[in-house]
């Protein structure tokens, strides 16, 4: 099956710092990928959905200043959380797609995000 | 999938006996249909799919039932095991294109053995 791999699986930082969450699809080419954001005991919350090459869609609320998203290739995305603050604090988790005609969505294993 | 709930339902069940774990669905143009198993701390791991051309789909020991007249999934899992206990969420999404893949409220599914 298709292996999606984030990193890092978890991250400490300190209020005010940039964080950067990589999202890789280590067997496939991803043409769309998607970053939720889980809180404890919640279901996932769409963050954005970005496709290679083009700037990301943000979903309704979710601030694309501080939740910087890069797609530059086929096998990587980039999520950064900028001037992170401890609300930012939860399981951020992505997902990619091979890409129009695919509908299957494979997912990482998460990163947990402590902003202290 | 419907709104995010802040207490996950519980679901409690014996080893050996079968697990019904239901899903409401609110956008009638989704066509596809996922069910999802989430263990504590790792991402969300595919266990089953079913589109709308379907109404039933079975795999190894799980089987999705899907009403599109009242938007409602059930996954069932036969003969719960303790490897069986996860969090379960339902996920839609319309096919073709790059449809995000909306997520349900999870159920939270307790083997007792």
């Known amino acids: 099956g298709a292996v999606v791999s984030q990193h890092p699986s978890w991250v400490i930082c300190k209020s005010g710092t940039s964080v950067k969450i990589e999202c890789r699809s280590l067997d496939f080419q991803a043409t769309t990928m998607f970053w939720y954001r889980q809180f404890p005991k919640q279901s996932l919350m769409l963050m954005a959905t970005s496709n290679e090459g083009s700037k990301a869609t943000y979903e309704q609320g979710v601030e694309k200043d501080k939740f910087l998203i890069n797609h530059a290739s086929l096998t990587l995305s980039t999520l950064t959380v900028t001037s992170a603050h401890p609300e930012d604090s939860s399981f951020y988790i992505c997902s990619a797609r091979r890409g129009a005609g695919h509908t299957e969505a494979f997912f990482g294993q998460g990163t947990r995000l402590t902003v202290v | 999938g419907e709104s995010v709930g802040l207490h996950l339902p519980t679901l409690s069940v014996q080893e050996g006996d079968n697990s019904i774990i239901n899903c409401a669905y609110s956008?009638?143009?989704?066509?596809?249909f996922i069910w999802y198993k989430q263990e504590s701390g790792k991402g969300p791991q595919f266990i089953i799919d079913i589109r709308s051309n379907m109404d039933k789909r079975q795999g190894q020991r799980v089987t999705v039932l899907l009403n599109k007249t009242v938007k409602h999934l059930s996954l069932q899992i036969a003969a719960t095991q303790p490897g069986d206990s996860a969090v379960y969420f339902c996920?839609?999404?319309?096919?073709?294109?790059?449809?995000?893949?909306?997520f349900g409220t999870g159920t939270k599914l307790q083997v007792i053995p």
């Open positions: 996920a839609d999404a319309i096919s073709g294109g790059y449809q995000k893949v909306t």
């Open positions: 956008n009638s143009a989704s066509d596809y």
